[in-house]
């Protein structure tokens, strides 16, 4: 093989060397912004080779004459044909030098083999349906042959019978064989003679009459391509020497062909086997207020079918516009989907749990709340119970929030007492602790006998429906009358036993810790007689006791656990907050895992401060635990901004009172102490000037309650609580006056003062005396002078005065000089005469009256 100038392709500068297949060269591309880059190619070519025992140019011609030695005869053999000389393989042709890039080569091989696996798949694919219906069509033609075939042999039974009794006959005579028979069977016997084989043995002989089968057209089966031909698959592959052979006779489909053919059966498919699907029947649910748009998705329908069927109704809507559960409900039934109503309040449903059964109820300790007057030893005697001294830690010795604490007897019994305030302004306080309680010990002053809180907590108890034991307590004072206490007891319904009612009493002393053995021993006696029981194997719910914003450990609450147990990592609800318990710390400073019946302890985890008497219940995971808060903090939020129905009466008594706002911002330490407070400044408020809570709430004072303050100009009172870093600053700064009180007595006197001050002074008229005008005399050029008879009382120089004339008021004036004889005096008393001179007045007549009176300004008090 030999190569030739003009099927180089010369590429830069030649390269050395003699037949090299490989010729190297350098092209410049060119690419935006005037960059140019040189590349060295390499052009490989294609080396002609041709088939084994085969040679180039005119060696083919000649191999009949190089072979000297002729051939041996064969006798059987046919003479030979002459062989014709193959033919050279044709020399392709080089390829013309292509202008592309290398990187525009590759991207048409690659879109080109793309275009080829796209083809080749598209073909197998339909190789695949083919030979899928072919299957079937086979499959159905044959159970249609043996249908026939079995209906045909039920039905001539009578060639079988012959044939079987006449086998002779068949023997002797054999069939005739067929047309087709007889041609499909000459070639053989031609062959048979050229092959030289032996002949094969006859057929055995038939032994029925065979029924001819029913003649069928056969189906087209898929024509396979032949070995030598050209097959579709394989040319479907692309080499490297196809892509630079520049082919372009058999082209084959672009992708964007392929992919509307695919797209096109898709159509086609769908459309012939699409059928009417019925209409599906769905349960809607439907709360009370629901969107159009809401309701037709839930209905699977569109929302232009709703809007229009609500025009039909009279009703003009969109589809954002709510509306109610009873139009819904049309709209469901017209559609034919079954409604199932729901309420907001439904998440609530079943949130408290089921009652216990009798057999898992086991018995749990008393929780005993001790309540009374304060400074009658309510905590000292809760001292001498635990052990502890807590009196000494409390601001004024005076207890402010509910304790909660647990003490063991020494038998081994278990009692939780709770410590309520005594002041009149935790009235909420001691409702709550009565209505959490199992036994109330009223605690009475030995010395002091029964005053307005114990009055009070005696009406909570009742109301409550708890039992009741009274503790006598200081009976260690010399002044002490138990026996007082009883009688007044009396007044308040109260029969302790002595006097043949059902009451316990005992006589305690805290300080000498005396009657303490007598009062344990009362207490288990009650608790006994009542079978306090519960299930601790259940989820939890207890009663919030006491709240707080902790700083280093977040909002904390005192939990009374009622139900069940709680436990670390139990998620809850508690009002209209929720959270996942971190840890449980019980009173005595340690943490626990769990807390049964009848165990306070404090829970941390809570998203925000509950309020104090909230319900505690753990539910089964966070999603409930938020959906329910939610709702609860909505429906807080509507009921705190709800307006009043405005009618005229209250709109004009709104303009008619000129009442004075107190503005105040409020926060405390527990929530008990807040709301206490909240509730005792609202109840000093009056009919000229009412307290306006800004806002209220547990923690340190923070910026956002300086601002707030600043705002409205308004006091921020914080109870056991200072401000923080940021807070301080930001407070000098706006000029915000902060007050910390400790004592709830020094805050309430402080703002009832300031409260008064902001209203005028109390003008309070004395008369001192009253004159009669007798005659009126000219004094100097303007003035005139009244000549005077004091009727009683005084006259002064200087008093207020006001001129009357049939007991009507002409002026109010000011005695400016008195005189008697020319006289000038100071005073003059009844029954005597004088002349005074008015001050801006001139209307006097004789017969005019003078009422001379004194004004005395006062404070206000609240």
């Not at 009663?543 to 709680?566: F, H, P, S």
């Not at 008195?818 to 004789?846: H, W």
Request: with cysteine; hydrophobic share 40%.
């Amino acid at each position: 093989m030999s190569d030739s100038k003009e099927d180089k392709p010369v590429l830069g500068r030649k390269p050395l060397g003699i037949k090299r297949t490989v010729e190297s060269g350098q092209v410049q591309q060119q690419f935006s912004h005037g960059r140019k880059n040189t590349v060295v190619v390499e052009v490989k070519r294609r080396r002609v080779l041709g088939k084994p025992g085969e040679t180039t140019g005119a060696a083919p011609a000649a191999a009949p004459q190089a072979d000297p030695t002729p051939a041996a005869p064969r006798p059987a053999a046919p003479a030979p044909q002459q062989t014709r000389a193959p033919q050279p393989a044709p020399v392709r042709q080089a390829p013309p030098q292509s202008l592309m890039s290398r990187q525009e080569l590759q991207a048409k091989l690659l879109r080109e083999a793309e275009e080829a696996r796209m083809t080749a798949q598209e073909d197998a694919r339909r190789r695949e349906d083919a030979a899928r219906l072919a299957a079937i069509e086979e499959q159905k033609r044959r159970a249609e042959e043996s249908r026939t075939v079995a209906e045909t042999a039920d039905a001539t039974p009578a060639p079988v019978e012959q044939a079987s009794s006449e086998p002779v006959a068949q023997v002797a005579a054999p069939a005739q064989p067929t047309p087709v028979e007889a041609a499909s069977a000459a070639p053989d016997e031609q062959a048979q003679p050229a092959a030289g084989a032996v002949a094969a043995p006859a057929p055995p002989p038939r032994r029925f009459t065979p029924v001819s089968p029913i003649k069928r057209p056969e189906p087209a089966k898929p024509e396979r391509a032949k070995k030598g031909e050209d097959n579709r698959r394989q040319a479907g592959k692309l080499t490297v020497t196809k892509a630079l052979a520049d082919d372009d006779s058999a082209r084959a489909r672009s992708l964007a062909a392929l992919k509307r053919a695919r797209e096109k059966e898709r159509r086609a498919h769908y459309a012939g086997g699409s059928k009417t699907r019925e209409k599906q029947s769905r349960d809607v649910v439907v709360p009370e207020v629901i969107t159009v748009q809401e309701l037709a998705n839930r209905m699977a329908e569109k929302g232009a079918d709703l809007v229009k069927s609500l025009f039909k109704m009279g009703q003009a809507v969109t589809l954002n516009q709510p509306i109610d559960q009873d139009t819904a409900e049309l709209l469901v039934e017209e559609f034919g989907h079954r409604i199932q109503r729901v309420s907001d309040a439904d998440v609530e449903i079943g949130i408290t749990g089921e009652a216990d059964a009798v057999e898992t109820l086991k018995t749990r300790a008393p929780v005993v709340t001790i309540m009374g007057h304060v400074d009658h030893g309510k905590t000292s005697l809760l001292d001498a119970l635990r052990g502890t001294d807590v009196v000494a830690g409390e601001s004024g010795g005076i207890t402010q929030h509910i304790g909660a604490y647990q003490v063991t007897t020494k038998g081994g019994d278990v009692i939780t007492f709770l410590d309520t305030p005594g002041h009149e302004a935790f009235s909420e306080m001691r409702a709550r602790g009565a209505n959490v309680t199992d036994i109330v010990i009223l605690v009475v002053a030995a010395d002091d006998g029964l005053m307005p809180q114990t009055i009070e907590a005696i009406n909570h108890t009742k109301a409550a429906g708890v039992p009741m034991i009274v503790a006598i307590n200081k009976c260690d004072k010399p002044e002490a009358n138990p026996q007082k206490v009883r009688e007044r007891l009396l007044s308040e319904e109260i029969v302790v036993e002595d006097m043949g009612g059902d009451v316990q009493d005992v006589e305690v002393s805290a300080l000498k810790k005396t009657g303490l053995d007598e009062l344990i021993e009362k207490i288990l006696l009650q608790a006994e007689v009542m079978e306090l029981t519960a299930n601790p194997d259940r989820a939890a719910e207890g009663n919030v006791i006491e709240a707080q914003l902790d700083k280093g450990r977040g909002a904390v609450a005192t939990v009374l656990v009622r139900k069940g147990t709680l436990k670390v990592g139990d998620t809850f609800v508690i009002g209209a907050e929720s959270g996942k318990v971190r840890a449980l710390v019980n009173d005595k400073g340690q943490q626990v895992k769990s807390a049964g019946p009848s165990t306070p302890v404090e829970v941390l985890g809570l998203s925000g401060v509950p309020k104090a008497g909230d319900q505690l219940t753990v539910v089964e995971n966070e999603a409930r635990a938020r959906e329910v808060a939610a709702y609860r903090q909505e429906q807080i939020t509507l009921k705190r901004t709800a307006s009043i129905p405005t009618n005229f009466e209250s709109m004009f008594s709104a303009l008619s009172t000129t009442m004075i706002e107190y503005p105040v911002v409020i926060r405390g330490d527990v929530q008990g102490s807040v709301e206490a407070i909240v509730t005792a400044l609202n109840r000093i408020s009056t009919d000229e000037i009412k307290v306006r809570i800004l806002s209220s709430g547990v923690g340190a004072i923070t910026e956002s309650d300086v601002t707030l303050a600043a705002a409205s100009r308004a006091p921020l009172i914080g109870f056991n609580v200072r401000p923080n870093a940021k807070a301080r600053p930001l407070a000098v700064r706006e000029k915000i006056s902060l007050r910390y009180y400790d004592v709830i007595y020094d805050l309430l006197e402080e703002v009832r003062g300031e409260m008064a001050g902001q209203l005028a002074p109390e003008r309070i008229e004395t008369i001192v005396g009253r004159a009669e005008v007798l005659q009126v005399f000219p004094a100097g050029k303007k003035d005139k002078a009244a000549g005077l008879l004091v009727l009683d009382g005084i006259i002064r120089k200087g008093l207020n005065a006001r001129l009357t004339r049939s007991d009507v008021i002409v002026s109010k004036t000011v005695i400016h000089s008195l005189r008697r004889f020319k006289d000038d005096v100071s005073e003059v008393r009844a029954g005597m005469e004088c002349g005074a001179v008015l001050q801006d007045t001139n209307d006097i007549k004789p017969g005019d009256t003078l009422e001379l009176f004194e004004v005395e300004e006062r404070q206000r008090t609240l």
